[in-house]
Structures are given as structure tokens and as C-alpha cells.
């Protein structure tokens, strides 16, 4: 049986302060911290990253990683020469990624993420202002991830939204 889900009231409030507070420079956004936090807890990971994409440009820029020495922030993917990006922009829908087979095929990173000891990654979209914005990842040991961590985090997803609309400037 899988373990229900739930924000508790003191995600509630993490989250709140975090998305009333703008990010200091040189520090993750407050609301993506949050939200790494709250994933943590609720559903586990190894590795929590935000995407914003630029479509015009064919770009996905890393904004936030829980694991900034192996995946900095300021890492930037061509759409188009990552299948797993290629497939969300796309699609627009979550995409679940459950062994290692799996994610051989669908990131051309997939040794770095075996260096984290993952096998199983989740890739959840985020939408805000009826667009696409970009994504939110998670990534843990093989067949971690399952449909109902799908929807648990599609929530955390319509959370993020915020810090990826536009770059959130520092006060």
C-alpha cells in the first residue's frame, strides 16, 4: 500500500513564509528550498532540482539543486539533446522514470545520476500564466517513484510556480 501524502500544517507554513520572502543573491530561492524540504518529508529523494525552461531559445536552466557540487544551479541542458526534456516539453504531462534501463534511454547524464546512486527519477511539469514554465525532479533509488508520488508532487509542482514565472530578484 502506498503512504498517503500529505502537506502537514508546518509545510503549510514553510511554504508560506518561503514564498513571501524574494531570494538574497548567491542563495537558492527560499520557495524552491521549501519545496525541496517539503518533497523530502513527504515523499523522500536524493536529488530534488527545479527547471525553468526558455523555449524560444531551446534551453532548460537548473535554478535550484539540492546537490549544488554535482548539479549546480547554474546548469543549462539543450531541450532538444535530452530526451527526458524533449519528452515533457512535448508532452506537457509528468514523466516517470522507474530503473536504471529506463533512465539510460531517457538522460544523457545518467552516469552522474548513478554517481547519487539513482535509478529512478521523476519529472513533474510546471505550468503558471496558461504556459509551461519549466519542471521540477526527483530522483532515489530504483522503482522508488510511483503513480501516486506522480500526484503528490504535481501539487508541490503547482507550488513552484512562483519561482519559475520570471527570475525572482534579490531585495
Do not use: W
Amino acid at each position: 500500500m502506498t503512504p498517503p501524502f500529505t502537506l502537514t500544517p508546518h509545510d503549510v507554513q514553510l511554504l508560506t513564509r518561503a514564498n513571501a520572502r524574494a531570494p538574497k543573491a548567491g542563495e537558492p530561492d527560499p520557495l524552491l528550498k521549501a519545496l525541496d524540504d517539503v518533497a523530502q518529508r513527504a515523499v523522500g529523494h536524493r536529488l530534488f532540482t527545479a527547471l525553468r525552461y526558455d523555449l524560444e531559445a531551446g534551453l532548460a536552466h537548473r535554478l535550484y539543486s539540492s546537490a549544488p557540487d554535482i548539479y549546480p544551479a547554474s546548469g543549462v541542458k539543450q531541450i532538444g539533446a535530452a530526451p527526458a526534456l524533449r519528452k515533457m516539453v512535448e508532452s506537457g504531462q509528468p514523466l516517470l522514470t522507474p530503473d536504471a534501463a529506463a533512465v539510460r534511454l531517457n538522460f544523457l547524464d545518467a552516469d552522474a545520476i548513478f554517481a547519487l546512486q539513482c535509478e529512478s527519477v521523476l519529472n513533474i511539469p510546471v505550468y503558471g500564466q496558461g504556459r509551461l514554465l519549466g519542471q521540477i525532479n526527483l530522483l532515489h533509488a530504483a522503482n522508488t517513484y510511483t503513480p501516486a508520488h506522480v500526484d503528490f508532487c504535481a501539487g508541490l509542482a503547482l507550488i513552484a510556480a512562483p519561482a519559475l514565472i520570471t527570475p525572482r530578484p534579490p531585495p
